[in-house]
């Protein structure tokens, strides 16, 4: 069994920074890549970010210069930092791994069940 479980979303004023976790657990093997998508109200789930096993990043085009995308191999965790975000940058932040599990031999998706970033004033 594998769980990815984020945490650090929340409200935030426009211009602010919020930072965001996913840790991945279970029987786990190895990490191929990681990433974060977002699915706002009435639209549909788009790729916000991902992250290499050696470190190799691709930004959405809206949040580049803005967020950052980084891992710790070592505690299978991925983190997203956001600065100066806007209204537009809310939705429902979810974290993907392709992961192999121990008793695998190619890596799956898997998916968190997601965390709220609400950017208002």
């Known amino acids: 069994q594998v769980q990815l479980v984020e945490s650090g979303g929340g409200l935030v004023q426009p211009g602010g920074s919020l930072r965001l976790s996913c840790a991945a657990s279970g029987s786990i093997f190895s990490i191929n890549i990681m990433g974060w998508y977002r699915q706002a109200p009435g639209k549909e789930r788009e790729l916000v970010a991902t992250?290499?096993?050696?470190?190799?990043?691709n930004y959405a085009d809206s949040v580049k210069g803005r967020f950052t995308i980084s891992r710790d191999n070592a505690k299978n965790t991925v983190y997203l930092q956001m600065n100066t975000l806007k209204p537009e940058d809310t939705a429902v932040y979810y974290c993907n791994g392709n992961i192999v599990r121990r008793s695998g031999v190619y890596g799956m998706d898997y998916w968190g069940k997601g965390t709220l970033v609400t950017v208002s004033s």
């Open positions: 992250i290499s096993s050696g470190g190799w990043t």
